[in-house]
């Protein structure tokens, strides 16, 4: 539904869009038959999308005011999956400034070769920055998180730190046939995120005392197996 007025005289005018109820599912494709020439790796298949919307323009710029309801999405980006994302975006300003809020941003789970669940999260973003507040999720036993991530959508490259908190090393050795062990790991993340993909930087994972145990079923050494994983330990 949507109503349109201009006043030719005065060069003012507005439209009022809204959309209830749109479902997403597995067995549609939605992003490539609504966009011409769409050839990015992402599209929904599951949940429920509101939205309202109001523009109003006069000679000299485009103000834009909206809400999108998310409604237990799923959906996918490469070959990573989510479902269950549940939030309510605003929309508001001049299209030359405008700024997008969600104060509650929540996904009960990620397939991102490992699953990811509870992850939890406030979002303010403009054309320049994206700032995210109280960022938490839960993963291997343990959780993953940081009160504030800042991140410029202008630079080439961008770093971030996320600490881990009780991983249970049991868990991260499974995603490695013939090594296992016990223990609960804690320490640092530091990302480099550019165009072309992310980087870890010299992360940190302690064990807490009393320590763990690996064992492997090879002959190479448990710094090796370790490293196997991609887990160093400090």
């Given at each position: 539904n949507g109503e349109f007025t201009h006043n030719l005289g005065s060069g003012r005018?507005?439209?009022?869009?809204?959309?209830?109820?749109?479902e997403f599912h597995q067995n549609k494709s939605y992003f490539p038959r609504l966009i011409e020439?769409?050839?990015h790796p992402f599209d929904l298949f599951a949940g429920q999308l509101d939205m309202n919307s109001k523009l109003t323009w006069d000679n000299s710029q485009l103000y834009v005011k909206g809400r999108l309801q998310l409604h237990d999405i799923g959906?996918?980006?490469d070959t990573n999956l989510?479902?269950?994302?549940?939030?309510?975006?605003?929309?508001?300003?001049?299209?030359?400034?405008?700024?997008?809020?969600?104060e509650s941003f929540k996904v009960a789970k990620m397939d991102v070769g490992i699953e990811v669940k509870n992850v939890t999260m406030s979002l303010h973003s403009s054309l320049d920055n994206l700032h995210i507040a109280d960022f938490q999720a839960e993963l291997l036993g343990g959780t993953i998180g940081q009160k504030r991530i800042s991140y410029n959508w202008t630079q080439p490259k961008n770093t971030l730190l996320l600490e881990l908190q009780g991983l249970q090393l049991s868990e991260l050795l499974e995603l490695e046939p013939g090594i296992e062990g016990y223990g609960v790991l804690?320490?640092?993340l530091p990302l480099?995120?550019?165009a072309d993909g992310i980087s870890v930087i010299k992360g940190q994972i302690k064990a807490r005392l009393p320590g763990g145990v690996i064992k492997y079923q090879s002959g190479q050494s448990v710094s090796a197996a370790a490293a196997s994983v991609g887990v160093g330990f400090a």
């Open positions: 005018g507005q439209l009022t869009t809204q959309l209830q109820g749109m020439n769409w050839h959906g996918f980006y989510f479902y269950g994302l549940n939030t309510e975006v605003q929309i508001d300003g001049p299209l030359a400034d405008i700024k997008v809020r969600a804690d320490g640092q480099s995120i550019r």
